[in-house]
Each structure stands twice: as C-alpha cells, then as structure tokens.
C-alpha cells in the first residue's frame, strides 16, 4: 500500500464511523528519505528513515481538539490506533469550552500537486561526490527522497501532496581550519550543476590559505549571496503575519504602515507554482501572493483565526502565517559579473548567529560565516576574518540595494527536527553600496 492508498483508507475509516454532531479534519505527512554524513569525502554514515504522521482534529459545534498519531503504514495495525485516538477525543471534547475564533472551512474543496515526485538516485549523487571530491577534506549531509502530505475533511475537502526533493550541505576544510560552505539543492540531482557548485567551492578554498585581510568597523561595499540573504529572510519573513502586523509585533510595521519602503528592485511573492511546499493547508487552498510589489507593501498572510479576529479575509495561510514558498524577482546582474560590479568590497557567502538589535526597526545582527573575502579592482585577494553585522533591512533592501543577480537559487530548509520540511526560498544575490559591520 503506497502513502496515498493508507491515507484514503484512514479517511475512509474515519468517515465511516463519524456520529452524528461530528465532523473531523485529518492531517498526514509522511517520508522516506536518504540521509548520509560524509567526512573526508567519504560516506561515514548512511540511513533511511520511513515514518507516517497522522493528526485527528475532531469537532462538536465550537468545541475541538486534535491527536497526533505515529503511524506505520500498514493499514490494520494503524486504524486500532485512529479509532484509540477518536474515543480519547470524544472523551475530552465535553469538558473544553468554545473557541471564539473557530471559522472552520467548511468547503469541499480538492486540490493535488506532485512538486518533483520522481524518483531520487541517490547512489549516482553519492559516487560523484565521492570521486569529484576525492583529495579534500570535504564534511557533508545529504538527504533526498519523496515526501508525502494529505488533508481533508468530513466536509468533503481533501488535499494531496506528493514531493521529492534532495538537499546537499558540504564545507570544504582548509588546512588551517578554515572553511568554506556551500550547498546544492533541487528535484532532480544534476552533475554538471553540483561539477560547478564544487569548483567554485574549491576556488575559494585556495584563497583561505592566505593571510586574512584586517578590517576595522565600519560601512563596506558588499555582496551578498543567496545563503547569505537566506538566513536574513528566514528571521523576518514571519513579518508578513497578519496577526504580528495587527498587533503591532512584526519587524515589517514600518513598511506596512507606511513609513519606510523598500528599494523599487524588490518585489517577492509568496508562490504556489515552482515550490516544493502543498498548495493548501488546513485552512484550505493557498492562494499565490504578492508580499512585496517594487518596494511597497503588498498583502499579508491571513489564517482564518487572524481573519476572525482582525476583520480580515482569510488567504489559506497557515495558522503560523508563515511563508512557504518565498520567490524573489531577479534582477539584471548577471553570475559572472558579480566581482567586477562589486570592485572593492566583501564578497558574504554565509551569515549565522543572526537574530534582531532593534525589531521595530527591522534591524538585523549576526555574524560572518566562513568564507568571506576581500575583493579589490573585482578580483578576491584574502580571507576576512569573521565579524559582526548590524544593519536596517530597509537599507541593505533598501536605498543601499545596487542590484540583484539574473537566476534564481532554490534553497530548500536543511532541518530535519521530526521530519524533513517541505518549503523553500528562490533568491538572488544582492550587490550593496553598504553594509556595516561594528566588529
């Protein structure tokens, strides 16, 4: 029974039992995914891990609650389990209050996507990295495999998602203890695109070797990678919330309320065509959005909640208003002219440790990662030494914004806290006229 057939046999299970009063909503995700820890360019340890999740939220007028299930996936041993986890629900529904703020879709809506569902070859992935990398001293974790995510409800709605996708994180180490890090991500693994993704790695390893460029505080020209401006929008694109915007807690405020703007260069979209994440949640079918149309403020994300709270028109987001799917537009830089259009400044790989100075002010701090160089008249000339960043978003995407890059790169998310996660960010590099580091 493939992860389809079980989830519509619970489904089926579940419908057939409802009582009268009852309606029900089941949630399903399900995995079997590769994972493999390389070090010294060598496959150190490889395992697969196949688990099924299923949630039961069960409904009485405007009282509900839900259970988890760890499932198997076989189907007779799995619906002691559901029907165990009806009656303990039906048990505690009596003795919880209404929710004020249920607006439970009650629309029989369908919708079914397969983002990528080929099959992964993960032995060709894995002997190409071991004889591409062979000589270095190459640390990595690759995890690839289909992913599998289902709703629906008594109501009539039903959802499926079928994904696959993999994920290759690697540093390449210096002999000085150096390093610099890189990733490759995607549908379908490409030798040619991982050949170059490698090379230019081992490009900037060379220059680790030389003595590190000192530079005091203060405001440089800079370039940004798309993983460098991953880890800045992965802390404020929770801004876009309906609920943090309402209440006066999202880092963006000033550029929803008007305040400040954004360069005319940035316009982002929260897509459903082209990412790996379902084109529904429980809330219902996403709706594709435009969170930032040429620096002005654009729609937010609304869950039904935030909707019934703040007297909004709920857009299928999750309940945690978060985007799934970030997709920023390119710009005209083109990949070979980043150095020379840069010409004396920080070329950023990596950013981490960064969190907010000042949230009102969506301002952003953390900490140069790895890799990051010194270029004079557009060509590298020494490794920097990691130091602190402080700095407005409505700066560096603001008025300190040169240009972004042509193509887009996909990054999917590396945690696998639990399970593997399906979303993901399209972004560009960015080239900035400044960008200020305080130590």
Do not use: C
Not at 192 to 206: H, S, T, V
Not at 238 to 255: H, I, K, M, N, V
Not at 299 to 327: C, D, K, Q, T
């Amino acid at each position: 029974m493939n992860a389809r057939q079980h989830f519509e046999a619970l489904l089926a299970h579940l419908s057939a039992g409802l009582q009268a009063g009852e309606g029900f909503t089941l949630e399903y995700q399900a995995e079997a995914s590769d994972f493999i820890r390389f070090n010294h360019a060598r496959v150190r340890q490889a395992g697969q891990v196949q688990q099924v999740y299923a949630t039961l939220a069960l409904y009485q007028g405007e009282r509900h609650g839900d259970f988890e299930l760890a499932l198997s996936g076989v189907i007779d041993d799995d619906l002691p389990r559901l029907d165990q986890a009806l009656r303990r629900l039906r048990a505690v529904l009596p003795t919880l209050a209404d929710d004020p703020y249920l607006r439970l879709n009650r629309e029989a809506w369908r919708s079914e996507t397969a983002a990528g569902d080929a099959a992964q070859h993960s032995e060709a992935a894995i002997e190409q990295i071991n004889e591409a990398a062979a000589g270095l001293d190459l640390v990595g974790f690759y995890a690839a495999g289909p992913q599998y995510q289902g709703f629906a409800s008594s109501w009539g709605a039903f959802g499926w998602h079928a994904a696959s996708s993999f994920n290759f994180e690697f540093s390449l180490f210096h002999e000085n203890g150096q390093a610099v890090k890189s990733s490759y991500a995607g549908e379908q693994w490409d030798a040619q695109a991982f050949a170059r993704k490698l090379a230019f790695a081992r490009e900037q390893l060379e220059h680790l070797g030389k003595p590190a460029h000192e530079l005091k505080p203060g405001a440089y020209r800079a370039y940004l990678t798309p993983a460098a401006l991953e880890e800045l929008f992965g802390l404020f694109a929770w801004g876009f919330s309906a609920e943090a915007l309402a209440t006066g807690g999202s880092p963006l405020q000033r550029l929803f309320a008007g305040s400040a703007s954004l360069s005319y260069k940035v316009t982002l979209d929260e897509r459903i065509e082209g990412g790996l994440a379902p084109a529904f949640t429980r809330e219902g079918p996403r709706q594709p959005l435009r969170l930032v149309s040429q620096g002005n403020p654009g729609e937010r994300l609304v869950s039904s909640r935030s909707a019934a709270e703040h007297g909004l028109i709920a857009n299928g987001a999750g309940s945690g208003e978060y985007p799934f799917s970030l997709h920023l537009h390119g710009g005209e830089l083109e990949e070979g002219e980043i150095l020379q259009r840069l010409g004396t400044g920080l070329y950023i790989g990596n950013l981490w440790y960064s969190n907010f100075s000042d949230l009102p002010a969506g301002r952003l701090t953390g900490m140069t990662r790895f890799a990051t160089f010194w270029v004079e008249d557009g060509r590298i000339r020494a490794p920097v030494d990691t130091m602190r960043f402080d700095d407005s978003l409505f700066d560096f995407l603001g008025a300190n914004l040169e240009a972004l890059t042509r193509e887009p790169e996909l990054l999917l998310p590396s945690g696998t806290y639990g399970a593997r996660q399906t979303g993901s960010m399209a972004l560009r590099g960015a080239l900035l006229s400044r960008f200020t580091l305080t130590l």
